[in-house]
């Protein structure tokens, strides 16, 4: 099992650029979430979804959009990239409690 | 709002001896706890969890204790090893069922 995987692994925009990361798991969970991580600073959750064809709003919402069309992947969207932007972004799966991350994506906004 | 804090922000230590990392939650209604690692560049990897019907759980050379009371917990790690190395990161279960992340304690194994 290849758990959950991230792409791009890294991405560098320019403001006002859009782009989409996609998020994938094999693990059969219907919970997913994305989060982003600064430095010195904890997970902060963006959304989550708790099945196919649902989202919800989590911490940190604004600028992103979210889509979870297939049960297996989860996509965030940024339409018009800012520079507060830039961070790495993690997506989650789980069953019940315990989330397991992917990767990360390293995010550049210039 | 709910919050959880992690008491030192970097924490060294010689290599062999145990380690204990701590953390704090605000949520008394918080029932589930969870440890994660964090490698450089990598994602959290979940070492361990525990419930509020818990006060200590034992895993492989790391157990977690909470103190509801107080409302802390800790992670200790037995004989730490340079492997140990990272940043670690406590979460509790929010009212809502989403984890509240803590910003981390980095580990510093000395040889």
């Known amino acids: 099992n290849a758990g959950v995987t991230q792409t791009p692994k890294f991405r560098v925009l320019k403001t006002g650029q859009s782009m989409t990361l996609l998020c994938a798991q094999d693990m059969n969970h219907e919970y997913m979430y994305w989060y982003r991580q600064d430095p010195g600073m904890g997970l902060r959750l963006i959304h989550y979804s708790v099945g196919e064809g649902t989202t919800a709003k989590g911490e940190v919402p604004d600028g992103y959009n979210v889509s979870r069309l297939k049960k297996q992947n989860f996509l965030l969207g940024l339409e018009s990239a800012a520079p507060s932007q830039t961070s790495v972004y993690f997506c989650a799966s789980s069953y019940l409690e315990t989330q397991y991350f992917g990767p990360g994506t390293r995010l550049l906004v210039l | ?111």
């Open chain 2, 1 to 111: 709002g709910e919050s959880v804090g992690l008491h030192l922000p970097t924490l060294s230590v010689q290599e062999g001896d145990n380690s204990i990392i701590n953390c704090a939650y605000s949520n008394s209604a918080s029932d589930y706890f969870i440890w994660y690692k964090q490698e450089s560049g990598k994602g959290p990897q979940f070492i361990i969890d525990i419930r509020s019907n818990m006060d200590k759980r034992q895993g492989q050379r790391v157990t977690v204790l909470l103190n509801k009371t107080v409302k802390h917990l800790s992670l200790q790690i037995a004989a730490t090893q340079p492997g140990d190395s990272a940043v670690y990161f406590c979460a509790a279960r929010d009212s809502s069922y989403k984890l509240i992340f803590g910003s981390g304690t980095r580990l510093l194994v000395r040889p």
